[in-house]
């Protein structure tokens, strides 16, 4: 073999050839490089076959949505539009009021039915429903005509199973019926036929729309109630026979009756709140009363041709209001016409002109004042418990909580607030004990618990926990937070499935009376069982009024007793409990508080005149005397005031400790949480050395080091 390097030099054989990799002349090539490179393109050309090159959007993965009948719930739940009546949207009184009486915020959503006794009552027909050409939605909501149940449009009745939901929608606000179905498994297309509502396909990999405090299994159909506030389960029961819906229609004042049948009836489970309910004296709160007021002065304006405003005509919507307070919140927006056209009057100003209906229904919505109702119910209900101290929008640490009692807590700013930032992974809650709503472990409690705390499983004593976390070695933490996760989605999933299954179930679940609570029921009397006759089951018991101690509950009680009496009946020596009879005069209670300013006692006094509110107190006080100072110190011959001998309140204090023990019984098949103690870790003394004359307790900045003055010369 011979190689020609240059034409113009002869070729000489050779035997063996040596091949220079740093000669730059050279080119070398790997031939496995080829090899992969070969086979790339040729996985891409097979990959291109039959594929167009325009076309790589991967249509074929979305074809299951094309038919508009599948929807998927993702981490936002923005599909659904809910659409309020005209009413709402308008804010129209009387729905929606801005001022409420302390008998309707502590009735909220509860008003008293005045029936007439001795009269009969006639029952209307039914009017037919008149049929609608054009659906309601956001741009034809409906009208005040239509909200009524004195038609025979359909209907639906849901009940809620919390004594006291958070957040509720007032008359004429509109909510979406969402039944979500979640499908068996990625190739499942059997949709299931709904009477009622909207149908959500949930995939095998979709959250829970529930905000992860409640989970739908494959193949199963949970309805829910889905408005702007907030989002809870429906569960479905069985319509009886004998039930029935009695509408009143009061117009004109004139009460029209009117029965219906119960076609749809539902039972709401927990509600899990969207919104947070403002705290008295925030800035939501604030915002929310001026734009009140701004709201309705600018509809006044609107309807007038050149738009003027008489302060008169707002006063009257704002009775609450003086003169001066709407002066001055006039005065933002609008400016005094002093002369000229419209002297009197009030004007909008020229750099604020009057927004149009859409941006007044967006200053300030029908969610806004329910949020602000439920603040107010909240408010007063803390106020008639004592509670001067209320909360406000900076309390939302653990330490800020630890000085809060148990009905502030469970303030619905507080409760609200909690629930958004655990579904936000910001917090975490109790889920079990004060708080829940059912009381029965069927509910979650939206208390918040520090993050740091320990959670047990059902059964697991902190002893043992203590003990555990002791026994790790030094260089393992102390928390492990998948396993605090793990505990804390099983009690979330355990209490879900309590209140799924108490809820579907047919015929509701006795509740068991024990020994404790068959006890306190027979020796706590009624209100107008004042003396403890109608517990003790012994007839009316005959009381020395010369026993009784002066200024107790009993004597107050015996002295209004005898006021009702008849003279002769008042010269008896002895005077029976059921003499007690309801009277006009009042009950003058004097208290004894601390000056929130100086912190001095002073006494404050309280007239009552309502006859069950003293009635109830003076028992509440029996109690409190009965605990406070024993049988022995009030009444002779081992006789109390309500007639109670020693043995009964030794069983009243046995059922009390009874129930204690049931409480804790019950606590062990809940997760429980307590806080880790601070570890024992010796304090380093930090011993100070002087850097010019060397010695200990002092720094060279200190002026009683002997060389201060020779570095630091006057």
């Not at 594929?51 to 923005?78: C, I, K, M, P, W």
């Not at 947070?276 to 006044?300: D, F, G, N």
């Not at 012994?538 to 004597?555: E, K, L, N, R, T």
């Not at 002769?568 to 004894?592: C, E, S």
Request: with cysteine.
């Amino acid at each position: 073999t011979n190689i020609i390097w240059d034409c113009d030099v002869p070729f000489q054989n050779y035997s063996q050839l040596q091949i220079n990799l740093n000669d730059t002349h050279m080119l070398f090539e790997d031939a496995n490089s080829i090899k992969e490179s070969n086979a790339r393109e040729a996985e891409r050309q097979r990959l291109l076959e039959g594929v167009d090159r325009f076309n790589l959007s991967n249509d074929h993965f979305y074809e299951a949505l094309q038919g508009g009948q599948t929807h998927r719930v993702r981490q936002t739940f923005g599909q659904l539009i809910v659409a309020h009546s005209l009413p709402s949207l308008r804010l129209q009184p009387p729905y929606f009021k801005m001022r409420h009486t302390r008998q309707e915020l502590r009735s909220w959503h509860r008003p008293c039915l005045q029936v007439p006794v001795g009269t009969s009552i006639q029952f209307g027909r039914v009017r037919s429903a008149k049929k609608r050409k054009q659906k309601h939605s956001m741009e034809n909501p409906w009208a005040a005509k239509d909200i009524t149940l004195k038609d025979a449009a359909d209907c639906v009745l849901i009940e809620y199973s919390e004594e006291y939901p958070l957040v509720m929608s007032n008359v004429g606000m509109g909510s979406v019926f969402v039944n979500y179905y979640r499908k068996r498994g990625p190739q499942d297309q059997s949709f299931p036929k709904v009477d009622l509502g909207e149908l959500f396909i949930l995939d095998v990999a979709d959250i829970s729309p529930f905000l992860n405090f409640g989970n739908i299994e494959p193949g199963q159909v949970v309805p829910a109630l889905y408005n702007n506030m907030f989002r809870a389960p429906l569960f479905q029961q069985k319509q009886r026979s004998t039930d029935f819906l009695v509408v009143k229609h009061v117009a004109k004042g004139e009460s029209k009756w009117f029965v219906r049948n119960i076609r749809y009836q539902y039972v709401a489970g927990q509600t899990y709140p969207l919104q947070e309910v403002p705290a008295p004296h925030s800035r939501k709160v604030t915002t929310t009363i001026k734009h009140r007021l701004q709201v309705a002065a600018y509809r006044l304006m609107n309807r007038n041709q050149y738009h003027l405003l008489q302060m008169a005509k707002l006063s009257r919507l704002f009775p609450e209001y003086s003169e001066l307070q709407i002066r001055q919140r006039l005065k933002e927006f609008c400016e005094y016409q002093r002369k000229g056209l419209g002297a009197g009057y009030w004007r909008p100003k020229l750099t604020m002109p009057i927004p149009d209906e859409e941006n007044l229904r967006k200053m300030l919505t029908p969610e806004m004042l329910c949020l602000y109702e439920s603040m107010r119910v909240c408010q007063q209900h803390l106020h008639d418990a004592g509670k001067v101290n209320e909360g406000s929008e900076e309390d939302g640490d653990d330490l800020a909580d630890s000085k809060l009692s148990i009905e502030e807590l469970l303030a619905t700013w507080n409760l609200t607030r909690n629930f958004i930032n655990a579904t936000q992974g910001k917090a975490m809650l109790k889920l079990y004990g004060e708080g829940d709503p059912t009381g029965r472990g069927e509910g979650f409690s939206f208390v918040r618990v520090s993050m740091k705390d320990i959670f047990l499983r059902a059964g697991e004593s902190v002893e043992e926990k203590l003990a555990e976390i002791e026994a790790r070695p030094k260089s393992a933490h102390r928390y492990n937070v998948a396993e605090q996760q793990q505990i804390y989605k099983e009690e979330i999933s355990c209490i879900w499935n309590k209140q799924f299954r108490t809820l579907t179930r047919s015929t509701p679940e006795a509740k068991p009376e024990t020994e404790a609570n068959k006890e306190e029921n027979i020796i706590v009397p009624e209100i107008n069982d004042m003396f403890g006759n109608a517990a003790i089951q012994q007839g009316p018991s005959v009381i020395d009024p010369a026993h009784m101690i002066a200024g107790s509950a009993m004597d107050v009680s015996f002295k209004m007793a005898r006021s009702t009496m008849s003279q002769h009946q008042q010269q008896a020596n002895t005077v029976h409990a059921n003499f007690i009879q309801p009277n006009r005069k009042g009950l003058v209670i004097r208290r004894a508080i601390k000056s929130p300013y100086t912190g001095e006692l002073m006494w404050k006094t309280e007239v009552v005149r309502d006859q069950a509110v003293i009635q109830a107190y003076l028992r509440q006080r029996r109690i409190i005397e009965n605990t406070a100072y024993g049988s022995g110190d009030l009444f002779e011959n081992d006789v109390d005031i309500a007639g109670e001998t020693q043995a009964q309140l030794a069983r009243l204090k046995w059922a009390r400790e009874r129930r204690i023990a049931e409480a804790r019984e019950h606590e062990k098949s809940h997760m429980t949480t307590f806080s880790l103690p601070q570890p024992n870790k010796p304090k380093k003394e930090v011993v100070r050395r002087c850097g010019n004359c060397n010695q200990l307790g002092h720094m060279k900045t200190n002026k009683k080091c002997p060389r201060y003055y020779e570095f630091n010369p006057v």
